[in-house]
Nanobody
């Protein structure tokens, strides 16, 4: 089992920045992927950014150049640095981990972009 705890969400003005953190614990050895998803009201959950164990990353087109996913192995933590935030980035952001056949989710953290 892998436990994931997100933090760092909040209210920010358009153009502002936030950094989300996802602390992983439990059976974290050999996790294949760590990712951030988001779900806005009335919309399906979508993949925002993903990082493989190799370090390779991928992003949804709408956040390319603005968001960066990174990891700190010593802290067992994955980050999502979000810059130049837009109204449409408002959503609950979820941390996700994939290990073999197991898929794990955090509880989510709210990000609201509003003036």
């Amino acid at each position: 089992q892998v436990q994931l705890v997100e933090s760092g969400g909040g209210l920010v003005q358009p153009g502002g920045s936030l950094r989300l953190s996802c602390a992983a614990s439990g059976s974290i050895l050999s996790i294949d992927y760590m990712a951030w998803y988001r779900q806005a009201p009335g919309k399906q959950r979508e993949l925002v950014a993903r990082m493989a164990s190799s370090g390779s990353t991928a992003y949804v087109d709408s956040v390319k150049g603005r968001f960066t996913i990174s990891g700190d192995n010593a802290k067992n933590t994955v980050y999502l640095q979000m810059n130049s935030l837009k109204f449409e980035d408002t959503a609950v952001y979820y941390c996700n981990a994939v290990k073999g056949w197991g898929v794990y989710w955090g509880q989510g953290t709210q990000v609201t972009v509003s003036s």
